[in-house]
Each structure stands twice: as C-alpha cells, then as structure tokens.
C-alpha cells in the first residue's frame, strides 16, 4: 500500500493502529536510499478532518505538502479520499515499560521529568493533539533519560478544546507516576506536585517547570552502587545479548570436545597439553 503526496510515494511498512476514524502505519518513501522512517496517521473521518484543519494555525500544519515551520509534521496531503498527516517515526521505547524507578536516583527521576516538559512545549502540536498522546502515553524513554513522542494516535476522542491546563495537568500525573516511586525519600517536587495536582493548580507547561526546578533535589554524586546499578538496567538489552553469544559459542565447542571424545576416545587438543606436561622432567633421564 502507498500513499503519494505531491513530492513523495510513501510505501506502508506496518501497521500500528486501525481505529474508526483513522489509521496509523509506519513508512518508508520509495527510492530513498537513508532507511528512514515515517508515521502515518491516515484520517478517513471527514468530521476529524474539519477538526484538525480548524485548529491548524496551532499546529502550523503544512498545505499543500512541505513541513510546517518549528513542527514535528514532516508532511500532510490528500490522498483518495483520505487525509494523511505524516509525522518522524523512531523505534519506541514506552516510558511506561522502561522506566525502572528502582534503579534510579531521585535526581534522575526528576531529569525526566524534566524532559517531558521540555517535548511538550517544542514539539509545537496543538493542545487537543497532545492531550491525546499524553492520554495514551505514547510518550517514550531514550537510554539517555531524553524523552520522545510517538505519533501513532487514535483520533476517536479528538476535543478541540482542550487546552494548556488540560496537557499541564495529564503531563502532572505522569510526572507524579515517575516521582512516586521514590516517595519514601526526601521528595520534595513530588509532595508538591501531588498537592498542587489535586486542585488542578497547574495552567501552563511554565508553572509546571518552575515547581520542579524549585524543590528539585541538589545534584550530588551517586554512589558507586547506585551508578553499576543504573549501568545495568540501561544496558541489559546489551549485556544479555553479549551473555547469549557467548553461551552459544562455549556450548558449540563444549558439543565439538563431546563428539570429538565419542569418534576418537580422547580429545587430540587435551592430549598436546598432557603429552607437553609429561615430558617435563624427563628429558635428562633420556639422554
């Protein structure tokens, strides 16, 4: 399946969602020789077409094909009926999985909070947008505690007025899941993100950043526990997959000595080391 803008054929790699007013694949523009990755959202509602287009000097969506000035959208056109809004794709990393509270200091905790403020406010997409990906939480972990969005959205639920304060408070609660696992310690931006949070207090991604900088705990050294700790839960994937390679290659050879004992009744290569060991000593008594 493709979709032709009026510069580009993207060609459907997968699908992510299929949805009743949209669907969601990942693709590849043919020809292109980068390996680059894009998101489609391909809206077939005419209802969320109208909405998306009525706030679209929000979003700075681009008409007509080229991207939209300080936006995450690549590209938008129409396409046999269907509107398509294509948007970066990056492999996903959900926050809600990688995330290990247990391996991580409280000033990490607070760096990514950090971070999700820091994608909301520049990732440029209009309020009702976001509050859906926040709702989602198509909100990502990179290794390095840098915070990305993914954009296969379902659209259902798309409101148009939602506002600031409603993105404000939805990135609050995440934020709070995140400062909640090291609530037994001196948690200071958590005690009062939580109190705030309760009487919806928070307007503007502004006020949200402010509160966490001020009661953000100081930067100290991590104990050298703490930093082997973290090393590990960043790097499993890595580490694991070293551990299985090597396990291959001993129980290849482990299979090769048992075989090798089974044809012959010994093992050549053991037998140069016990000859080699044998001789020692005896060489003056030969001569």
């Not at 609660?173 to 696992?181: F, H, K, N, R, W």
């Not at 609530?183 to 993100?193: F, V, W």
Request: aromatic share 10%.
């Amino acid at each position: 399946m493709t979709y032709q803008s009026r510069d580009t054929s993207y060609q459907v790699i997968s699908t992510i969602l299929h949805g009743e007013v949209n669907d969601c694949y990942t693709a590849r523009p043919e020809g292109s020789a980068d390996g680059r990755e894009y998101t489609l959202v391909v809206i077939k509602d005419h209802e969320t077409v109208k909405t998306l287009m009525e706030v679209r000097s929000d979003i700075h969506l681009p008409h007509d094909g080229g991207e939209g000035r300080d936006s995450v959208i690549v590209d938008s056109f129409t396409n046999g009926g269907v509107y398509v809004i294509v948007f970066p794709y990056r492999q996903e990393r959900p926050l809600d999985r990688f995330f290990v509270g247990e391996a991580y200091t409280l000033q990490r905790c607070e760096d990514i909070c950090t971070n999700l403020m820091l994608t909301c406010i520049g990732c440029n997409l209009p309020y009702p947008l976001l509050y859906l990906i926040l709702e989602q939480h198509l909100i990502n972990l990179a290794r390095d505690d840098s915070i990305y969005m993914s954009y296969g959205v379902d659209l259902k639920e798309l409101d148009r007025s939602r506002t600031e304060r409603d993105c404000a408070v939805k990135c609050a609660d995440i934020m709070l899941s995140v400062l909640e696992t090291k609530s037994d310690q001196k948690n200071i931006s958590y005690e009062l993100l939580s109190k705030k949070s309760a009487n919806n207090s928070y307007s503007r991604f502004t006020e949200l950043y402010r509160d966490l900088r001020i009661a953000a705990t100081p930067v100290k050294k991590r104990r050298l526990l703490v930093r082997v700790r973290s090393f590990f839960y960043r790097n499993s994937d890595r580490l694991f997959g070293i551990l299985f390679w090597v396990s291959l290659i001993l129980g290849i050879v482990a299979l090769i000595l048992l075989v090798t004992h089974l044809v012959w009744g010994d093992v050549p290569f053991f037998r140069l080391f016990f000859n080699s060991f044998k001789n020692i000593g005896t060489e003056s008594l030969q001569q």
